[in-house]
């Protein structure tokens, strides 16, 4: 197996100060979080940028402003910026801002579902405009598959020329609307991938420790992170270096070691 690769997605578009005090928000409190975090063994920052109220925004200038602290600090970490739904307008002028950025990966979703109160809209013009500005700017996609539907629609756009083999998943489990967390459905979700693809899973809520879990031991990779979790456990709040803390013991107890961010890249075929 590859050394296992871990990603922190330390804030999404949801998560609030409300729900839990250690989501961080501004550059600073991001940057303070990703410092701890890579050193416990975090290779990939999954990020996400927030406006001066705290709301998601898909801003160029507020990625850029995480970015530019990330490499004054000089630390060592892979920058995928997500493309999401949530982070303001649908338009492929907003969702693709960001991409004209210095970052190494991209989050590319490939297919539409629900979200529990809102739809992750992504028409196909969307997606093939986001893929090709990825590919003509250097920047890896990470395609993030809420379903299998997300999985199967990927060859089309392998044949249009804007996505290239090999491929690099993230398989997406447990979103309310989407596929279920369950063991059954991640070894389904695996099995569909295209040949020799990398693929990280990434388990919501509750689904999380059975679902990193497992990927440990099929040889995939893992992301963790308030994003995707918010208590360590039943009534107890978690912090983002609890969970990659944990995901680091899970790894060491079932025999993988963890990639440095050099290796990573190598794995991800990051140039």
Known sequence: MDKLIIT?????????????????????EICDV?????????????????DENGDPTHSKEAYKAILDEIKLRKIDVIT???????????????????????????SLATG??????????????LIEHLARKMFDNGIKPEIEAFDIGMINTVPFYVRRGVLEEPLNFNLVMNVPGSIKGTIKNLLF???????GSNWTVSGIGRSQIPMLTTAILLGGHVRTGLEDVLEYSPGILATNEMLVERVVRLAKELGREIATPSEARKILGIK
């Open 189 to 195: 979700m695996v099995e569909s991938l295209p040949s």
């Open 80 to 106: 995928q910026v997500s493309t999401g739904a949530r982070g303001g307008d649908n338009t492929v002028e907003s969702r693709g801002q960001m991409l004209e950025l210095d970052c190494e990966m991209g």
């Open 34 to 50: 990703l410092e701890k975090c890579c050193k416990l063994g975090v290779s990939v920052a999954h990020l996400h940028a927030r």
């Open 8 to 28: 922190l997605s330390m804030l999404g578009n949801v998560p609030t100060k409300k729900m839990n005090p250690s989501v961080p928000i501004t550059p600073k």
């Open 112 to 125: 539409s579902s629900n979200f529990p109160t809102s739809i992750n809209a992504n028409e196909p013009v």
